[in-house]
C-alpha cells in the first residue's frame, strides 16, 4: 500500500501542472478570441508561393 | 475640410510605441482578417495589427513618430474597412476583471473535483469492498486537505452574494447553497475526525464546479452585449468641427469635446452637442429628441440638444455639460423616478429561491427532529439533516436559467436583435400591449418619397443631380432616395427657394412651389399626403411636385399583425402632432393613439397602465421616449436611437426594418418556456431525491450521481435549442 504514498502526490502534481497550464492560457490571452483561432489556422501567409501560382495570381 | 483629430484615442507606451482599439465594420470572415492584417503589416510604420473576430475589433500597434492616428484609419479605409476608433471604459475593466476572476474559480473548482472524485471513488468502492479504516481516513483527509481551500476560495462569489442578501434582509438563491456548503463540510471533517464511513467533499465541491458554470455563463453574456453595444457606439463615429486654440477647424471625436468648446455645425448636420447658440440663425429638426417633425427656429442665445438636425443656417455653439440643458434635467429627473419601477420586477430564480430557500430549511429540520423522536443519536440524526440539505442543494436550478439565456441570447444575436440584460427576456415574454413612438420607430428617422407615381422614371438621373447639389436636409433625402450622389455642378441656389439650373427653356428649378410655380399641381398632393413636406420641379412646361415625409419602416404591417396574433393589444404615444400621427396609425389600424405628448406625459400614460396591471413593452428612440423606455415593463429600441433612449432600452436591434420586434418577442416566449421546463424539472428531481435522503439513504455516491445527472439534464435541455433555426420560429 506505501505506492499510494507516491502515486497521490504524482497524481495531484499532474493535476496541478494542468491547472497551471489553464491559468498561463488565460494570462497569455489565449481565450481573448476563440473564432478567430479556428481561421488562423487556415492562413497560408507563411509558406512560401510556388512560382506557378504566383504567375496565377 | 477640417482636419480629422484622433489623438484621444491613442494608448502610449515606452519606447515611443502608440497603440489604439478599432472597432471595424464588416469583419465577417477568415478573409477579412487576413485582408487587415498582412496589409496593415505592409506599412513600416506599423508594428503590428491583430484582429479579433470575436468583437469585430483590430488593435494596432506603430511607431510613434512616423505616423498620425488618423493614418491608420485611412490605410484600413484603402483596405475598404471602415473603421471606428474606440475608448473602452472603465465598467468595460471591471466585467472583464470579473469574468476573469470567475474562469479562474472555476478552473480551480474543477481541478479539486476532479482530483476528489479520483479518491472517494475508491472509497466507495471500498466500501463496499474491505477497506482497510486507515486508508479510507488518508483519502478523506486528502479530499479535506483540496475541498476545504478550494471551498473558500471557489465558493466566494456565493458566500459574498448570499451575506449581501440576508444584510439587506432578503433571501437570494445564494444563502441555501452557502447553508448547504459550510454544514456539508463542517459535517464532512466531524465524520472524517471520528474515522466515518462517508464523507461529502466531492459533492462539495462538484457543486461549487457546476453552480461556477451557471455564473460564468450568465457573465459572459452580459460582457458580451456590452462589447457590441460598445462597437455600436464607435460604430457611430459621432464627431464635432471644433475651433482650435490656433483658430483652425478641427473634426473631433465627441469624446474630446469639453464644456466651453465652441463647435461649428453646418446646415444639413446633426448636432452632436448640448449647448447655447453664440451665432447664426437656423431651423432645425427636433424628431429625435421631440417627436415632432415641424422645424424649429432658433437665433443666438438659445438652447440646442444632440440629436437635432440643423436645416438651413450655420450655427456656432457653445458647448455646455451633458445634463445641464433644460429638456435633460427634466429627462434626468423622469429617468431616475422610471427605472425604481423596473427594479421591483423580481427574476423568475429569485421567485424560485423564495419558495424553495423556506422549504427546505423546514424540511432539513423536521428531519432531524423526526428522526431523534424516532431515537436516532443525535450526531446520526444531524448527518441526515444535512444530507438532505445536500441533495437538495440547488445545483440545477443555479444552471437552469443561465444556460437557456446563453442560448437564446445568442439566437437572437444571429437576426441582429442585442439583449442588454439577462431577465429582459423573462420580462419580454410577459408583455400583454406594445406601446410605439411613431416617429424614427413605426417611420423611418429619414424622409422618403410617398408619391412615387408623381415621378417619372425617365427623370429620376436629373433630378436626382439637381437635389444632390444641395446641403439642404430635404434636397439630400431627396437625393438619396432617388439613389443619386454624383451633383450637377452649374447648379444656383437660391436661399429659401429653391434650385436652378440652366437657361431659357431648358431651365430646371427644384425647390418651393411659388418657386417653381406648381400650386395647381400641389393641391391633390396635398390633400393625399396632409402630414407630408412638399417639393417642386419644373423643366420647361414640365411640372411636379413630390411629397416627402417619413415613411413606415419595412415590415411595420406584418409586425404589428404578427403582435396582434400572439395576443398583443397595439397602441402609440408620439410627441408629434395629432395630424401627423394620425394617417400612419390608420395605414397600419392601430386605433388606441395619443399624440402630443410631453416626456412625462408618456411615462405617466405607462404608469397607469401598469397600475392597471398591465405588462408594457415599450418602443421608442427618441430622447423623450427615454424615460418612457426606462419606466416599461420592458424595452426595445432601434439601432438609429438616440444614446439616452439606447441607454434606457433592454433590448437593441439594428438594421432598418421593424421584423426584430416580432422576432424578439417569439423567442423571448420560446427561451421562458425553455426556463420554466428546466425548473420543474429541477422540482421533479428534488420530489425523487429529497425521501431518500430523508429516509437516510443518500450515499456520497447518491448525491454525486444526483447532482451531476440533474445538472446534465437541464444544461442539454437548453442546449437543444441551440443553433436550430426552426425551433425558435415554430408557432408558440
Redesign the interface.
Known amino acids: ?1 506505501n505506492i ?1 504514498v507516491i502515486l ?1 502526490p504524482l ?2 502534481g499532474l ?2 501542472l ?2 497551471g497550464a ?2 498561463w492560457c ?1 494570462r497569455s490571452g489565449q ?6 483561432a479556428a ?2 489556422v ?2 497560408d ?1 507563411d509558406a512560401a508561393v510556388p512560382p506557378s501560382e504566383k504567375q496565377a495570381r | 475640410m477640417a482636419a480629422q483629430d484622433l489623438s484621444v484615442f491613442v494608448r502610449h507606451r515606452d519606447g515611443g510605441i502608440a497603440s489604439m482599439e478599432l472597432a471595424v465594420d464588416g469583419i465577417r470572415c477568415a478573409g477579412c482578417m487576413q485582408a487587415i492584417e498582412s496589409g496593415l503589416g505592409r506599412e513600416p510604420a506599423i508594428l503590428g495589427a491583430r484582429v479579433n473576430l470575436a468583437l469585430k475589433r483590430v488593435s494596432v500597434e506603430w511607431r510613434e513618430a512616423l505616423l498620425r492616428p488618423e493614418a491608420v484609419v485611412d490605410k484600413l479605409g484603402a483596405l475598404g474597412f471602415k473603421a471606428y476608433p474606440f475608448v473602452a471604459e472603465r465598467q468595460e475593466d471591471d466585467a472583464v476583471a470579473e469574468e476573469r476572476s470567475l474562469m479562474r474559480r472555476l478552473g480551480v473548482a474543477g481541478f479539486a473535483s476532479m482530483n476528489i472524485m479520483l479518491l472517494s471513488v475508491a472509497v466507495w468502492a471500498g466500501n463496499s469492498g474491505d477497506i482497510d479504516p486507515t486508508t479510507r481516513d488518508f483519502f478523506h483527509w486528502l479530499s479535506a486537505l483540496i475541498a476545504l481551500p478550494t471551498a473558500a476560495y471557489a465558493g466566494r462569489p456565493f458566500f459574498e452574494s448570499a451575506l449581501r442578501a440576508l444584510k439587506a434582509g432578503a433571501v437570494n438563491m445564494d444563502v441555501p447553497i452557502t447553508i448547504g456548503v459550510v454544514l456539508a463540510l463542517v459535517m464532512s471533517v466531524a465524520e472524517t475526525w471520528t474515522h466515518g464511513r462517508h464523507a461529502y467533499f466531492d459533492g462539495v465541491v462538484m457543486l461549487l464546479f457546476f453552480l461556477l458554470i451557471g455564473r460564468y455563463l450568465d457573465q459572459l453574456m452580459r460582457r458580451r452585449t456590452r462589447d457590441l453595444a460598445g462597437n455600436l457606439a464607435a460604430l457611430k463615429a459621432e464627431t464635432a468641427t471644433k475651433l482650435a486654440d490656433d483658430g483652425n477647424w478641427t473634426i473631433t471625436p465627441i469624446a474630446a469635446i469639453a464644456p466651453g468648446d465652441r463647435v461649428l455645425v453646418r446646415p444639413g448636420e446633426r448636432v452632436s452637442v448640448d449647448g447655447i447658440v453664440e451665432a447664426g440663425r437656423s431651423e432645425l429638426d427636433q424628431s429625435l429628441v421631440t417627436g415632432e417633425t415641424a422645424p424649429a427656429a432658433i437665433g443666438e442665445g438659445e438652447r440646442v440638444h444632440a440629436g437635432t438636425l440643423n436645416l438651413t443656417g450655420a450655427l456656432t455653439i457653445r458647448v455646455e455639460a451633458a445634463g445641464q440643458g433644460t429638456l435633460l434635467d427634466e429627462i434626468d429627473r423622469l429617468m431616475s423616478q422610471a427605472v425604481g419601477s423596473r427594479s421591483r420586477y423580481v427574476r423568475l430564480s429569485d421567485r424560485a429561491a423564495r419558495l424553495y430557500a423556506p422549504m427546505v430549511h423546514t424540511l432539513s429540520a423536521v428531519t432531524f427532529l423526526g428522526w431523534l423522536a424516532w431515537g436516532l443519536a443525535w450526531p446520526e440524526a444531524l448527518m441526515i439533516a444535512v444530507t438532505v440539505l445536500i441533495i437538495t442543494c440547488p445545483c440545477a436550478l443555479g444552471l437552469a436559467i443561465p444556460a437557456v439565456q446563453v442560448v437564446a441570447a445568442s439566437a437572437l444575436f444571429k437576426r441582429k436583435i442585442m439583449l442588454k440584460e439577462g431577465d429582459a427576456l423573462e420580462r419580454l415574454a410577459e408583455a400583454d400591449i406594445a406601446v410605439f413612438d411613431k416617429t424614427g420607430t413605426l417611420t423611418l428617422p429619414e424622409p422618403d418619397i410617398l408619391n412615387p407615381e408623381a415621378l417619372a422614371p425617365e427623370r429620376r438621373a436629373e433630378i436626382g443631380a439637381l437635389a444632390a447639389a444641395s446641403t439642404h436636409p430635404l434636397a439630400q433625402a431627396l437625393a438619396r432616395a432617388l439613389g443619386n450622389t454624383s451633383p450637377r455642378t452649374d447648379v444656383r441656389e437660391e436661399r429659401g427657394q429653391g434650385l436652378s439650373a440652366g437657361k431659357g427653356d431648358d431651365e430646371q428649378r427644384l425647390g418651393s412651389l411659388v418657386f417653381c410655380d406648381a400650386e395647381a399641381e400641389a393641391v391633390s398632393v396635398k390633400t393625399l399626403h396632409p402630414g407630408a413636406s412638399l417639393i417642386a420641379y419644373r423643366h420647361g412646361a414640365y411640372r411636379t411636385v413630390l411629397a416627402l415625409g417619413q415613411s413606415l419602416r419595412p415590415d411595420a404591417r406584418a409586425t404589428i399583425d404578427a403582435l396582434r396574433a400572439a395576443g398583443l393589444e397595439i397602441a402609440i404615444l408620439s410627441g408629434d402632432r395629432a395630424e401627423a400621427v394620425a394617417p400612419i396609425a390608420a395605414e397600419l389600424g392601430i386605433a388606441h393613439v395619443q399624440a402630443g405628448l410631453l416626456p412625462a406625459d408618456k411615462l405617466n400614460l405607462l404608469d397607469s397602465m401598469a397600475a392597471n396591471g398591465r405588462k408594457v413593452l415599450m418602443i421608442g428612440d427618441g430622447l423623450n421616449d427615454a424615460p418612457a423606455l426606462a419606466g416599461a415593463h420592458v424595452s426595445l429600441s432601434p439601432v438609429s436611437a438616440t444614446h439616452l433612449a439606447q441607454a434606457a432600452a433592454d433590448i437593441v436591434f439594428l438594421g432598418d426594418s421593424l421584423a426584430p420586434v416580432a422576432a424578439a418577442l417569439g423567442i423571448a416566449r420560446k427561451a421562458r418556456g425553455l426556463m420554466l421546463q428546466n425548473l420543474w424539472f429541477a422540482v421533479l428531481y428534488n420530489a425523487v431525491a429529497v425521501p431518500i435522503a430523508i429516509a437516510g439513504f443518500a450515499t456520497p455516491l447518491v448525491a454525486a450521481v444526483a447532482m451531476s445527472g440533474s445538472s446534465l439534464v437541464v444544461t442539454l435541455n437548453a442546449l437543444r435549442a441551440r443553433g436550430r433555426k426552426a425551433f425558435w420560429e415554430a408557432e408558440a
Open positions: 500500500m499510494i497521490f497524481a495531484l493535476g496541478l494542468g491547472l489553464f491559468f488565460m481565450f481573448a478570441d476563440l473564432e478567430g481561421w488562423r487556415l492562413q501567409d
